[in-house]
Structures are given as C-alpha cells and as structure tokens.
C-alpha cells in the first residue's frame, strides 16, 4: 500500500527442540517478542517513535513492546483465550484431548495473560470471544469486529459459476455451499461430508461446492499425511460428479460461489467465527449454521438463517430440504441475513471503531478499564 513502510522481524533464534513440549509454543512466542523489539530498537535509533502500537497478542510479538516504547500506548488484539472446557477442546468427541493437551492449552494462556497486564486496551471481535477472558480483563476489552465489505459481497440473482468440467451453475440449480480456509474437524468438514451423502441421496439434482485447502489450520493433523478430505472420501459414499472440491479458489470466484448458492453450510465448533460466513450473510446466502455460540451471536434460527445441531447430519440434510421446499419463507431469510450485516458487521463499521479509539488514545482520553 501507498505511504506504508515495512519493517519484517524475525525470531530472535531458532527454538530449542529438548525443551518441554508443555513450553514449546510458549518459547517459539517469546522468540518472536524478542525478535520484535530488536526491529524496534532499529527504528528507535533512526529516531522513529510511534505515536500509538497495535498489535495480535497470540503469538508473542506483543510481549516486550513496551521495553522499548514505555510511553506508547499499546492496542492489544485480543482474539482467544483458550479454556480446557467449554470452548473448542474437547467439544467434539471425534476430536479428543488428552491430559497432556489440556495442560498445554492451560499454559499457552500465558502469553495471552503477559499481554493483558502490557497492553493499554484490548480488540475483540465479539461478544463470545470476549467471555472467554479473565473476567477482570473483560471491561478493557472493547468490542470492534473489523467487518467485510459489503460492497463486493453483494447478492446477484445473475450471477452463473462455470465449473472446471464446463458446467454453468446459477441461482435457477439446486447448489449447496460450504467454505473454510482449511477443509478440518474445527469447522466441521468430517459431519459435513455425512451431510452431503445424505443430501445427495435425497436431492439427485443438487451439486455441492466446496471451497477450501488440504492443510490443517486448526486443531491436529492425521498421522502418515492424510487429510481429512481423504478420510471423508473413504467413509462416504457420494455422487463425485455432483460433489465439486474447488481447492483454494481466487476471491472473485468464491463470490461467484456464494452468489450461486442456494443453501449455505457453515459449521464451526465454539472457535472464531469465519468471516467467510459473514461474507456469506452479506451476498444474501440462507445460512445453516451450527448452534455454537460464536454462530448464535450472529444468526437467529428463522430470523436471519437456520440453526441446527453441529454434530447432526440429519438435521443439516433437513434443514437444506426446509430451504428447497419453502423458497419465498426463506428468502425473508436471506434478506435479513445482508441486513445483519449491513446493521452490525460492515468494513465501513469496523474502520470508523477503530478511528474512533485511536482518536480517544492519541488525544488522552483513555481511561484504564481494568478492574
């Protein structure tokens, strides 16, 4: 971008392989807040302090800022604290996590707690992710969601997606949508891939397109390489010609996808919310969510898309027949679904937040918020 200079860090060394796997990531994190403050120090000698420090928090680099910048105010973005219950650990059977896991989830949070006695104030993008925290650092948490924009997410009744075999698909087919960054139990690919069995023997003219890569973003990997689309490959049994793996797709074509969807699936377990379904609200899809809270926080079930039960199959083949068998119910649905976003969720909306707290640091008019 115009007028932005860069400064890359790197970690300060490479991390030690004998140390405890319990401190593992902890060590790789305070590396990289080491290696932060070293590009800082650079800038410090050629005369650069910043009038304000933003900064993620989850990965260490946030750490020492404050060594070299003392007066800085520091914004935090604060985007999960992680818990052993109640959030994604343990919520999917299939996933399960051991004693060990759990202690290395308890003392990964201590790079989310250096961060909150060091920042100034905190960034959180919703309601859910904010409770997660510590309850005497949730008041110096504020609650911006940077949003999508709207102006390219946008319905188009025209729209048509010609897929890599020739076939043109519009608004007039039966299609069915999932998107993720990665397809992996964390959003639900392994009852989604259940679903899409179920809802192909049901429905013999709908296709189904999924978006997304091999890799693991979230959560474990399966021994020997395997992915989990190969694992779902081998476990269900599906019409290949009408079940489309579109991969990693350019933004254009994915908005192509959501503008041909006919019925969206978005499933996530209690984890950050995707912006991808809010992108798919905004282009106007009917949204079937799963019922966890960072989803509930958005969709109200028959208000502005459907709810069901992450781990149902069944009930996600039904809510998909709901979607064909009342066409004008649901399109008050999809209605509502832009609106939402337009009301709560806009880039326009996130940028003003934003410009609105840098203003009330930069004059002085911060007041601490801890308890």
């Known amino acids: 971008m115009a007028n932005i200079d ?6 300060a060394s490479a991390a030690t392989q004998s140390v405890s796997r319990y401190l593992d990531l902890t060590q790789r994190y305070v590396l990289n807040g080491h290696g932060v403050i070293q590009a800082l120090l650079r800038l410090k000698e050629i005369d650069f302090y910043p ?30 604290y992680f818990h052993v219950k109640g959030a994604d650990v343990g919520y999917d059977p299939e996933q399960p996590c051991s004693a060990d896991d759990r202690l290395i989830v308890r003392t990964r949070n201590s790079i989310n707690l250096l961060s909150l006695q060091t920042a100034d104030v905190g960034v959180t993008p919703t309601r859910w992710q904010r409770s997660l925290f510590p309850a005497e650092y949730q008041p110096m948490l504020r609650l911006i969601h940077e949003g999508v924009d709207v102006a390219l997410a946008l319905p188009d009744a025209q729209a048509k997606l010609e897929l890599a075999d020739g076939q043109v698909l519009s608004r007039h087919d039966e299609v069915i949508t999932y998107v993720a960054r990665n397809l992996e139990p964390y959003r639900g690919f392994h009852v989604f891939m259940r679903a899409v069995a179920e809802i192909c023997r049901r429905r013999p003219n709908a296709h189904v397109l999924i978006v ?6 979230y959560g474990v990997r399966l021994a020997n390489g395997r992915t989990y689309r190969e694992n779902a490959l081998e476990e269900v049994d599906i019409d290949r010609r009408r079940v489309h793996f579109l991969g990693r797709i350019a933004y254009r074509q994915y908005l192509e996808v959501l503008q041909v969807s006919s019925a969206h699936i978005y499933l996530t377990v209690p984890f950050v919310l995707s912006w ?27 208000e ?4 069901v039960s992450f781990f149902s199959p069944t009930a996600i083949a039904d809510a998909v027949d709901s979607v064909f068998n009342h066409p004008d119910r649901m399109q008050a649905l999809r209605v509502a679904a832009r609106q939402t976003v ?9 940028v003003a937040a934003y410009k609105a707290l840098l203003a009330e640091i930069v004059s002085g008019r911060l007041i601490a918020t801890r308890e």
Request: hydrophobic fraction near 40%; proline fraction near 6%.
């Open 276 to 302: 991808s379904m809010l992108e798919a609200m905004s282009a106007q899809c009917l949204v079937i969510g799963s019922d966890t809270p960072p989803v509930a926080e958005v969709i109200k079930h028959g």
């Open 6 to 11: 860069s400064v890359v860090y790197t970690p």
């Open 51 to 80: 009038d304000v420090i933003f900064a993620h928090t989850g990965w260490g680099e946030a750490l020492y800022v404050k060594e070299v910048f003392p007066d800085t105010p520091l914004i935090g973005f604060f985007e999960f």
């Open 342 to 350: 337009l009301h709560r969720y806009t880039l326009e909306r996130g």
């Open 212 to 217: 997304g890569g091999d890799e693991v973003s």
């Open 304 to 307: 502005n898309g459907l709810l």
